[in-house]
Each structure stands twice: as C-alpha cells, then as structure tokens.
C-alpha cells in the first residue's frame, strides 16, 4: 500500500513563493509518472504538473512559467516550487500517478491572499 505524505504548503501573498514536497513509500517510485494535482473549493481536483523519470515535464497553461516540478527518485519525493502565487492558485495540493493510481494523501491547503 503506497501512503503518499505532502508538506510545505501555507499562506503567502500574491506574488509570494512556496515549496511543496510529496513523499511516496511502498512502491517503486522511479517508474511512475508523477504529478501535482490540486483542488479548489467547489471545483474538481485538476492536474498542474507531471513529470515522468528521465525529467521530461509537462505544465498547465495556468501555471506555466510560474511553477516548476522536480523529482527526487533516490529519496521517493516530488516537488512543486511555485513561484509568482496568485489568488487563483489557493487550493489543496496533492500528489499522485499521472493517471492516478494510488490512494490519494491528505493534500497540503495553499493560500494565496493578502
């Protein structure tokens, strides 16, 4: 049973930055795509950013140029640095397989506000 553990997550101001971390146990982590997901109060849980093993990354038109995902295969972690924050980025962050396939974490609240 792979238990996925995301942290870093807080309030900031526009404009602000955060580093997310989201470590995964259980499984061969190396393998999977990995992603970042998020879910805004009363909207569905959409995909931000994946990353597959050998680097190659893939990013939302919304967060594109302002968020970066990396990966730590040695420790079984991902990362989101998220850079340049708006008001729009406030949601719950999760981390997961691009398609999902594991049991979702607790998720880490972002808030973006002044």
């Known amino acids: 049973q792979v238990q996925l553990v995301e942290s870093g997550g807080g309030l900031v101001q526009p404009g602000g930055s955060l580093r997310l971390s989201c470590a995964a146990s259980?499984?061969?982590?190396?393998?999977?795509?990995m992603g970042w997901y998020r879910q805004a109060p009363g909207k569905q849980r959409e995909l931000v950013a994946d990353?597959?093993?050998?680097?190659?990354?893939y990013y939302a038109d919304s967060v594109k140029g302002r968020f970066t995902i990396s990966r730590d295969n040695a420790k079984n972690t991902v990362y989101l640095q998220m850079n340049s924050l708006i008001p729009e980025d406030t949601a719950v962050y999760y981390c997961?397989?691009?398609?999902?396939?594991w049991g979702w974490g607790q998720g880490t609240q972002v808030t973006v506000s002044s």
């Open positions: 259980g499984s061969i982590f190396s393998i999977y795509v």
């Open positions: 990353i597959i093993s050998n680097g190659y990354t």
């Open positions: 997961n397989t691009v398609p999902d396939k």
